[in-house]
């Protein structure tokens, strides 16, 4: 009995022992993390301010060098095939459709490690909430556009906000206003202006596909505004502006169908060699905003962007492109939306911080077309034990 007790009174005082310090834990991390809120904001703030303008120069300064090397043809020319993963040629030949093919894309594509003080508050978040939020998060960083196109992503996501001055609407490509600007293209038009030469100068390669997601943050810099159907058919001034007769329009998809849905029910995407060379921009289904903007021409002929939908609206006739963000979803609806309506799927392989190998099978074999990931093939691949490719490849024809 006595040696009972004294095994019983050795595991209550370690057991106190853990809780104790895990109590000290949290009351320590919850201080800081007050503390933090209340002297570290200015300090995030001044800081991505900083890293703001330099993220600005540097893109400015990047987009400027691209021009001359292009200009004088020293750039380095994309093998698409090799890339791909498939005969890239052949497919064109084989009138293989937009819709047949699934791509390795990338999401928060523009994003760039965040300054040092965000990522204090996170390593303080994720003690407070016991890891439920990751400390690692604001680390992310992905190369440049130009860059993940020399690596054969053909789908990029970028996040942007809304900045008026006066009678200017202008677009900035970030994740947060004031607290995340980390963006290796924060000029939105600038941005588009890299897309655009980069595939002048790789006139054969595979449609580009651009996700536009307005974001709507509560903390707003000066000049900002929360996006409306005003703003988005501005972004569809731009984009017709910059890329011109490179762009494919829902007009130019449908062709001669009444919608985009007779389109699909009658196999009518266009194939991937009336698309070669060429860009297609989605519209990131946001609140009401995306529903404006179908009602102005719910036939889509008159915009320039695809509405980006979700499941329940799968059968609408402007329906072309889906979200259907959580692998266990596709897993679902993968042989329904993609194989029996023709539709176009995009879905999330993981987020940062967070994978495993079972979502990834799952969705390199579902047949989605558009396999978002925040682990691609880098330019720089050490100590690399995780990424998202078709090995071979970053494409592969599906139907």
């Known amino acids: 009995m006595k040696i009972q007790l004294f095994y019983a009174k050795i595991f209550i ?5 853990d809780y104790m310090q895990a109590v000290f834990k949290f009351v320590a991390s919850f201080l800081s ?7 570290g904001l200015p300090c995030i703030i001044t800081e991505s301010k900083s890293e703001r303008e330099e993220n600005i120069a540097q ?8 021009s001359e090397a292009y200009a004088s043809g020293n750039y380095q020319k994309a093998d698409e095939s090799a890339l791909a993963g498939f005969d890239v040629s052949k497919a064109y030949a084989d009138g293989v459709k937009f819709n047949e093919v699934a791509y390795i894309a990338t999401h928060n594509s523009y994003q760039l490690e965040s300054v040092p003080s965000y ?15 990751d400390g690692n998060a604001p680390e992310y960083s992905s190369d440049t556009l130009t860059e993940q196109f020399n690596l054969g992503i053909r789908s990029v996501e970028l996040d942007i906000e809304t900045v008026v001055d006066g009678d200017d609407v202008s677009f900035v490509c970030s994740h947060s206003p004031l607290l995340d600007m980390t963006s290796s293209c924060y000029n939105f038009r600038l941005a588009l202006e890299e897309i655009k030469m980069w595939s002048d100068a790789n006139p054969c390669h595979l449609p580009i596909t ?13 000049g900002m505004r929360f996006m409306n159907v005003k703003y988005a058919n501005e972004i569809d001034k731009l984009l017709i502006d910059v890329f011109g007769d490179t762009l494919i329009t829902p007009a130019d998809m449908m062709g001669d169908y009444s919608s985009l849905k007779e389109m699909r ?9 009336e698309c070669a060379g060429k860009v297609v921009v989605l519209l990131h289904d946001t609140d009401d905003v995306t529903s404006k903007y179908i009602k102005q021409d719910e036939s889509i002929r008159t915009q320039a962007m695809f509405p ?13 492109f889906l979200l259907v963000n959580r692998p266990a ?7 329904e939306l993609i194989y029996e309506k023709n539709l176009i799927v995009r879905t999330q392989v993981d987020t940062y911080g967070s994978y495993n190998e079972e979502d990834r099978k799952l969705t390199l074999l579902s047949g989605t077309q558009i396999l978002s990931t925040d682990y691609p093939k880098k330019t720089d691949m050490t100590d690399v034990e995780y990424y998202v490719d078709f090995e071979p490849g970053t494409a592969r024809i599906i139907k």
Not at 59 to 66: A, K, M, N, T, Y
Request: glycine share 4%.
């Open 329 to 335: 979803d596709i897993a679902k609806y993968a042989n």
């Open 13 to 17: 005082s370690n057991f106190l022992g």
């Open 308 to 320: 980006m939908l979700r499941y329940k609206d799968r059968d609408k006739d402007y329906a072309s």
């Open 210 to 222: 651009i996700i536009v997601e307005p974001k709507e943050f509560f903390l707003l810099e000066v």
């Open 59 to 66: 893109q400015i300064e990047r987009v400027e060098s691209l």
């Open 265 to 273: 029910e009658n196999d009518g995407w266009l194939t991937l060699d």
């Open 33 to 39: 993390l007050l503390f933090f809120l209340f002297t």
């Open 119 to 133: 990522r204090k508050l996170y390593r303080d978040l994720e003690n407070v909430t016991f890891g439920l939020i």
